[in-house]
């Protein structure tokens, strides 16, 4: 699952809609990525966590096959 981290990074766009972010943004790391993403809003993190998810859910369910 994705935590948050403090809003120290040189981004300057969301990592899902490569909007340039004007306010604090929202940054967390997963345990499967180095990089932090980086978004503009909380509709964009949620978009993206959810899709997140659901790689997560298919790469589970091909293992136990």
Known sequence: MPFFLGSEVN???CSWCSKIIKEKPIVVKTCCSNKPKVFCSQRC????KR??????EQLRRGRSL
């Open 11 to 13: 981004e300057l766009r």
């Open 45 to 48: 993190y949620e978009s993206w």
């Open 51 to 56: 899709e997140w998810l659901k790689s997560q």
